[in-house]
Nanobody
Framework: QVQLVESGGGLVQAGGSLRLSCTASGSIFSINGVGWYRQAPGKQRELVAIITNDGSAEYGASAKGRFTISRDNAKNTVYLQMNSLKPEDTADYYC???????????????????WGQGTQVTVSS
């Protein structure tokens, strides 16, 4: 089992920044990557960014150019730096750990998968 705990969400004005953190514990050797996903009210959950153990990163269309995913292996923590936030970025943000394999369309989760409890991000206009 892998436990993932998110933090850093909150209320921010449009144009502002937030940094989300996801700290993993437990059997972290069973996963090779961590991703951030988000879900806005009435919408499907979507990929924000993924980072693998070797540092390979992939971004969803909405995150490119504004968000940066990074990791601190010593702290078992993955960060999502979000800049130039827009009201449409308002959502619950979830951390997800899994075994990822590189496919023709990018990194694909192929293992059991573990979700954090989520952290809410609200961007006011």
């Amino acid at each position: 089992q892998v436990q993932l705990v998110e933090s850093g969400g909150g209320l921010v004005q449009a144009g502002g920044s937030l940094r989300l953190s996801c700290t993993a514990s437990g059997s972290i050797f069973s996963i090779n990557g961590v991703g951030w996903y988000r879900q806005a009210p009435g919408k499907q959950r979507e990929l924000v960014a993924i980072i693998t153990n070797d540092g390979s990163a992939e971004y969803g269309a909405s995150a490119k150019g504004r968000f940066t995913i990074s990791r601190d292996n010593a702290k078992n923590t993955v960060y999502l730096q979000m800049n130039s936030l827009k009201p449409e970025d308002t959502a619950d943000y979830y951390c997800y750990g899994d075994v990822f394999r590189l496919g023709p369309t990018g990194w694909v989760p192929v293992g059991v998968g573990y979700w954090g409890q989520g952290t809410q991000v609200t961007v006011s206009s």
